[in-house]
Structures are given as structure tokens and as C-alpha cells.
């Protein structure tokens, strides 16, 4: 694939991941990239090119860091889950992927984001019966009966949930729509796509089992889902970084691969220049003073 992975043997007693993504979204009228003053604006320059940037530099620079180090660069963050660069490394390599805390650069506007939710993305499936429009009453409309399941969503007030001290909003949203056959013919079937982002301390399986009870009288189909991760700021090396970067910590909301290492036993945090909310816009864009104080802040603590 298109990942690169370098590890420092230092002999050092404890181990530090750091990894970041370089796919972006796709492009928008955003390349190329061009500097205002303090301002970096581009496709990819806050999520997660400027993260990207300062990982290159403190590889090259640490020589000697505090911790022995694992420096991953990875493909496909912004797609499905079974095509992602890191998950397939696990796979391959998992014995690339043992620490004892990692660190995600992906945006956090210097703050550092504790955990994440998890993502859910389902087809939820109104079912009809065939008929020619001029005879109507012969069928059931599809389209007609997804308007519950638009209700459903409509209703639902999504949860708010305290783990380890931080609040994970939690939402559920129709993200697509389809159905409908010919102009003249009654549609037997109408999907709609949903995406439930939900707080780490509930399972994949939790969350499955929530949406199928929701849409219960609906067939319900997962196409993707991934788990969320618990904040991994209790840890040794976790509350040694909270101490030494002296910055809020607040709950991610979106999914990252921080999930990943949390499955496979590893706390982590999300810490990164850049607003995630910025991630994916046609404005995308990054102050460069945010840039050179993440920088200067990953390279105090893995020097000193």
C-alpha cells in the first residue's frame, strides 16, 4: 500500500506512536494551496497536511527523544473502513503497532480531543409493492412509507453522555435517500441512509442492536461501522501529556483512528493543528502560528 512506518530502538522503557493520515477529501476549486498572511488556505491543509507536516519534521529532527518512537504515515482515512492504511497495517504488521501511547495528529485546534464517538452507517429499507401509477391502489407506495422512518428521525433526540469526565454528543441523521423506478410505476422499495455517531462507551454491538430496535418494522442493513475509543487520558504516558501540554482537553466528536489503537489496547489522543471544523470545507484552511505552537509543543515534551 502507501504507508510508511519508521520505529526508533532506542531501548527506551516506554513507546510512543505517532500517525497520520495523507489522503484528503476530494478537491473543490482548493488547490493550489496559497498563504494570506498567517493563513494557509487549501484542500487537505488542516486535515490533516499541517499535522502531517509537523510528524516529518520531528522525525527528522528527534534524534534522541525521550521515548523510543513509531512514526506512521498512512492511505485511506477519508474512505471505508476496510480499505484504511492503519487497519490493514494492524493486520499485516501488528507487531509495528505496539506502544504504550499514541497520539493522532488530525486537527484539534491545539486543544487535545480525548477519545472519539463511534460511527454507524445503515440502509434503512421501506418496502412496497409494484404497480403501474394509473393504477395505484393495485400497490404500496415505498416512498410513501419511508416518510415513518423521516419521522423516526425527526423525533429522536440524540444523547449526551459523561465518560470519565468529558461530554460525547451522540447524533443520527439521514445522510441519503433513494428510490423509484420508472415515472409510471408504483416504487417497491425506498432506502434511506442513516449514520449514528455514538458515544465511545457503547459497543458496535450496542449500537447495532439500538438502531435495529428504533427501525424495528424496517429490514435494517450495516454497511460500515466502527467502534468509538474511551478518552486514554488516565494512562501513564496520557496524563503525563495533559500535564505537560497544559491545553484544554475535550471530547472528539467525529470518528479517528484513535478507535483503532484503543481496539488494539492502546490509549490515545487526537492532537493537531488546525479547527476540525474546517475539515472538508471548500474554505479549508489553517493558521500557521497553530502550525509552529503544536510543533514547538511535541517537540518540548519528546526532548525533554
Not at 498512512?74 to 501488528?94: F, Q, R, T, W
Request: proline residues 5%; aromatic residues 8%.
Amino acid at each position: 500500500g502507501n504507508t510508511v512506518v519508521a520505529r526508533t530502538n532506542l531501548g527506551a522503557p516506554l513507546r510512543v506512536l505517532w500517525a497520520g493520515h495523507l489522503d484528503t477529501v476530494p478537491i473543490n476549486a482548493n488547490v493550489p494551496h496559497t498563504i494570506e498572511g498567517n493563513v494557509l488556505h487549501g484542500r487537505g491543509s488542516v486535515d490533516m497536511k499541517a499535522g502531517v507536516a509537523i510528524g516529518l519534521k520531528l522525525a527528522v529532527e528527534l534524534s534522541a527523544p525521550r521515548y523510543d518512537m513509531t512514526w506512521i504515515f498512512y492511505d485511506n482515512e477519508e474512505v471505508e473502513a476496510k480499505k484504511n492504511g492503519l487497519g490493514l497495517l494492524g493486520v499485516s504488521h501488528p507487531e509495528w503497532l505496539t506502544g504504550d501511547f499514541a497520539l493522532v495528529g488530525e486537527p484539534s485546534h491545539g486543544s487535545i480531543e480525548a477519545g472519539c464517538n463511534g460511527t454507524l452507517r445503515a440502509e434503512i429499507v421501506a418496502s412496497g409493492v409494484r404497480a403501474h401509477s394509473a393504477r395505484s391502489w393495485m400497490g404500496s407506495n415505498a416512498i410513501h412509507s419511508a416518510s415513518e422512518i423521516l419521522g423516526i428521525l425527526q423525533a429522536y433526540q440524540p444523547r449526551e453522555v459523561d465518560v470519565e469526565g468529558l461530554v460525547y454528543k451522540e447524533g443520527l441523521n439521514a445522510v441519503a435517500i433513494s428510490g423509484g423506478i420508472a415515472g409510471n410505476v408504483i416504487p417497491d422499495e425506498c432506502i434511506v441512509t442513516i449514520n449514528y455517531r455514538f458515544a465511545p462507551n457503547r459497543s458496535l454491538h450496542e449500537a447495532t442492536n439500538h438502531i435495529e430496535e428504533l427501525f424495528s418494522g424496517f429490514e435494517v442493513r450495516v454497511v460500515d461501522a466502527a467502534p468509538g475509543a474511551l478518552p486514554g487520558i488516565t494512562s501513564e504516558l496520557g496524563t503525563e501529556f495533559v500535564k505537560s501540554m497544559g491545553v484544554a482537553v475535550t471530547p472528539k466528536y467525529g470518528w479517528t483512528d484513535v478507535a483503532r489503537f484503543s481496539e488494539w489496547g492502546i490509549p490515545a489522543v487526537n492532537f493537531g493543528p488546525g479547527d476540525p471544523s474546517l475539515a472538508h470545507a471548500d474554505d479549508e484552511r489553517v493558521e500557521i502560528s497553530d502550525i509552529d505552537a503544536v510543533y514547538g509543543a511535541m517537540k518540548k515534551w519528546l526532548s525533554s
